[in-house]
């Protein structure tokens, strides 16, 4: 049970600090909107969507799902304030993405840490709470990396989308884009087939590992 509460408390931090990030960038790039409402922000409370942050990752947890994800109320960004069009808006997909690989980073390392000094902690009045640091810090890097690579997954509307629309000539980015409205669909078919999961076997475990230390 209490691996669940790490897990649930991971996931709301990791979807505060994917969208904060693209809130903050949008910012820097010369649009106001996501900062006028308040979406630059780490507080999970601007961030939360009942269903993505609390429900979808609940359920997960209580069928023992190997992995726990969901998502929050996409920030909103008006593209019209831009000062470079294609450089800000693939800046902007890209800064979610990048605060989760971040954050991955910095568990682990926390994580190394606390392992490596284990010999010194280990069976003190201090066990208890490192062990939470440890699972903790062992939860923030697999939810984040699982957000960081499924966000990645080139379907309108996630990030990688955003970013290959930007990347492709015009009139092909143009087609492209005309998937947005069947984006979920899409994803809902690769969920069901197992698609993300093999995706996530493949990427996120090696990459966690590798964070980890293990």
């Known amino acids: 049970m209490s691996m669940i509460f790490f ?10 600090i994917h969208e904060a990030a693209h809130g903050w960038v949008a910012w820097r790039c010369g649009d106001p909107t996501a900062k006028m409402l308040g ?62 690989l971040a954050c991955a980073l910095a568990a682990g390392l926390v994580f190394q840490l606390v392992a490596a000094t284990e010999p010194a902690w280990a069976g003190s009045i201090f ?27 080139p379907i309108p509307p996630l990030d990688g989308g955003g970013i290959v629309s930007m990347i492709l000539p015009p009139q092909l980015a143009m087609s492209y884009e005309k998937l947005a409205p069947y984006g979920m669909i899409l994803l809902i078919v690769l969920l069901a087939t197992g698609v993300v999961g093999q995706l996530f076997r493949w990427v996120v ?4 590992r590798m964070l980890l230390g293990l």
Request: include cysteine.
């Open 205 to 208: 475990i090696p990459l966690a």
């Open 39 to 100: 979406r630059v922000s780490l507080n999970p409370i601007v961030h939360i969507d009942p269903v993505g942050s609390v429900i979808f990752p609940g359920v997960l947890a209580l069928v023992g799902s190997p992995f726990i994800f969901g998502w929050a109320k996409p920030v909103p960004v008006n593209p019209r304030y831009f000062r470079n069009f294609k450089r800000d808006n693939i800046l902007v997909s890209a800064a979610g993405v990048s605060a989760n």
């Open 7 to 16: 897990q649930i408390a991971a996931l709301l931090f990791a979807v505060t």
């Open 127 to 153: 066990h208890g709470p490192m062990q939470g640091l440890a699972m903790l810090c062992q939860s923030l890097v697999v939810i984040n990396c699982v957000l960081a690579v499924f966000n990645l997954i």
